[in-house]
């Protein structure tokens, strides 16, 4: 079980086997889950007595971090070239797949020939780690979203009796014709319906009095928590460009670029929220999350490992720098869909 508990800031960091530990954590809001990628790298990897025994170990890690995760959460897991194929055909059975990402080192640009981690002799060299990424349920999420959009509609046919969008967008002053911010917002057909902005809602208010009561900052908290976070404002693409982390190579045979990491934790969640890491290693997204304003909870086998990313999260804690998010308002700048 939790053969260790230490409480750094905001992160929660727990020594033992995340398969034992997994199932008396409540829910997170993403999950970080850098695994042992089987017979690759680091004592941990040379472990299982053939590769279909590793399998069954991630149908294990796959089917108690399906339980881990909130409705509106994300899952990033890495692996190689190799195994990640046979990981998503297993992640697929519990989650819904948003992206299958690839981290190319770009110290590594030009590749290193006859270099280890996976490479085979007269084949090409490797650049290049996987990440997929899991919504836990991409499709029903948004259900909630829906019931926003039918509340603002109920309300204005409550008032006008009808729903027409030329006449929605003339009383908020916006387009005369039927499109516009009144079907971005309000159409049936939208996938994501998006959200007005204040001065919108309240010019509807007014058009629709008495009724469209409820406030403005009530629906808008809601629309914005009851979605899957994403904010991409580190302009990611599905190539990851970032450099290996040398500096601290000889922390953990594996350990992940803190850039990289702080990129997925700024992407998928907000100040605040809670990010899991059942494999923290030398604990790179505990030091992400403390540079980020987020909590966490690390898990970690290896002692060795473990007192490594005490001293790291205690140390990110200790020196802010330029990577911390300032706070930001709460505030929705226009309707459009982010
Ligand atoms: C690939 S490394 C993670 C490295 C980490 N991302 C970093 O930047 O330092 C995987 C880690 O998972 C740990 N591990 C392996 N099996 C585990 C298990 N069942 N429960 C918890 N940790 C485990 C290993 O000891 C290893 O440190």
């Known amino acids: 079980m939790i053969k260790r508990e230490e409480i ?31 017979n690759i790298n680091g004592d941990f990897d040379f472990i299982w007595k053939d590769f279909n025994d590793y399998l069954a170990d991630v149908e294990r890690w796959a089917c108690l971090l399906n339980s881990a995760m909130k409705e509106t959460a ?27 990402l690839v981290w190319f080192k770009i110290d590594k640009r030009g590749g290193v020939y006859g270099s280890a981690g996976g490479g085979a002799i007269r084949s090409f060299p490797i650049c290049t780690e996987r990440l997929l990424v899991y919504a836990k349920d991409k499709y029903n ?16 046919y409550k008032s006008k009796g009808k729903i027409v969008f030329k006449e929605i967008n003339s009383a908020l002053g916006t387009a005369t014709s039927g499109g516009g911010v009144a079907s971005a917002c309000l159409s049936l057909d939208k996938a994501e319906p998006a959200m007005f902005t204040r001065e919108m ?40 460009e970032f450099k290996s982390d040398t500096k601290n190579a000889s922390l953990h045979p594996t350990v992940k670029p803190v850039q990289l990491i702080s990129a997925l934790v700024e992407t998928s969640t907000r100040r605040c929220q809670t990010i899991l890491d059942p494999f ?10 403390a540079k980020m304003g987020r909590k966490f909870i690390g898990i970690e086998l290896e002692p060795k490992y473990f007192d490594i990313a005490c001293k790291r999260i205690e140390e990110a804690y200790r020196q802010p720098d330029l990577f911390i998010e300032k706070p930001k308002q709460m505030e929705q700048q226009s309707f459009e869909i982010t």
């Not at 530990?21 to 889950?33: E, F, S």
């Not at 890495?78 to 948003?98: E, V």
């Open 8 to 38: 750094i800031g905001d992160c929660r960091l727990l020594l033992g086997d995340c398969l034992e530990i997994l199932p008396t954590l409540g829910k997170v809001d993403a999950v970080i889950a850098d695994p042992p990628y089987y």
């Open 74 to 100: 994300t899952l990033y897991w890495f692996g190689d070239d190799k195994n990640i194929a046979y990981s998503q055909i297993i992640f697929d059975r519990y989650m819904g797949l948003l992206n299958s």
């Open 141 to 156: 999420l948004t259900s909630c979203i829906y019931e926003i959009r039918n509340y603002i509609r109920d309300e204005i």
């Open 201 to 240: 809602y309240e010019r509807l208010q007014e058009w629709c009095s008495p009724h469209l009561r409820r406030e403005y900052e009530e629906l808008r908290r809601e629309y914005e928590e009851l979605r899957r976070e994403f904010n991409n404002r580190h302009k990611l693409t599905e190539v990851l």
């Open 280 to 289: 923290m290693g030398s604990g790179t997204t505990g030091v992400a999350c």
